[in-house]
Antibody
Framework: QVQLQQSGPGLLKPSQTLSLTCAIS??????????WNWVRQSPSRGLEWLGR?????????DYAASVKSRIIINPDTSKNQFSLQLSSVTPDDTAVYYC????????WGQGTPVTVSS | DIVMTQSPDSLAVSLGERATINCKSS????????????LAWYQQKPGQPPKLLIS???TRESGVPDRFSGSGSGTDFTLTISSLQAEDVAVYYC?????????FGGGTKVEIK
């Protein structure tokens, strides 16, 4: 059974970089049959997909246009996890952040509430 | 981007009665390789992440009760709860995974009347 365990700080100041990690158990980040996503949820934006990475002979990355200039998703095969970095955060980035597996999102992490405030 | 529009925003149904949620995509989500629509439904309860109920328009995930069913074609899709139970109180979302960015509907809150 695949499980995703999120970790990372929940309080940031404007202009800082958000960094979250999603540890995978029961599957491999380098499997060639899945993708690994980050999604956020806020009252103002609803559920918003941020991006994904997946391995098909090489690593591939897709990012939402709304965050493309600020986001990096990195797989870490040595630790079987993947991470989210979102730079130059503003209060508008306040949300619950989730990692999730799949094209349709079959397995979700527990969620990390992130607040951006001075 | 493919825009997903759900209706209604909220729905109050008596226990044991049928609940119907609609979802419309702004363009086709038909995946030509398997001739299936790349449309999923999720259930979210307070304080929990969304849970995948149905993929490919009508395929229930393992363990999902058969009172949940999905249907649709073209750009119009429906989630039906045939006999509402107390544990079905939640917000339901549709989502397309045909192309990036993956996009979600705004959600439908289902309550007991």
């Amino acid at each position: 059974q695949v499980q995703l365990q999120q970790s990372g700080p929940g309080l940031l100041k404007p202009s800082q970089t958000l960094s979250l990690t999603c540890a995978i158990s029961g599957d491999s980040v380098s499997t060639n049959s899945a993708a690994w996503n980050w999604v956020r949820q806020s009252p103002s934006r609803g559920l918003e997909w941020l991006g994904r990475t997946y391995y098909r002979s090489n690593w591939n990355y897709d990012y939402a246009a709304s965050v493309k200039s600020r986001i990096i998703i990195n797989p870490d095969t040595s630790k079987n996890q993947f991470s989210l970095q979102l730079s130059s955060v503003t209060p508008d980035d306040t949300a619950v952040y989730y990692c999730a597996k799949g094209w349709e999102l079959t397995v979700w992490g527990q969620g990390t509430p992130v607040t951006v405030s001075s | 981007d493919i825009v997903m529009t759900q209706s209604p925003d909220s729905l109050a149904v008596s226990l044991g009665e049928r609940a119907t949620i609609n979802c419309k995509s702004s363009q086709t989500v038909l995946y030509s390789s398997n001739n299936k629509n790349s449309l999923a439904w999720y259930q979210q309860k307070p304080g929990q992440p969304p849970k995948l109920l149905i993929s490919w328009t009508s395929t229930r995930e393992s363990g999902v009760p058969d009172r949940f069913s999905g249907s649709g074609s073209g750009t119009d899709f429906t989630l039906t709860i045939s006999s509402l139970q107390a544990e079905d109180v939640a917000v339901y979302y549709c989502q397309q995974y045909y192309r990036t960015p993956l996009t979600f509907g705004g959600g439908t809150k289902v309550e007991i009347k």
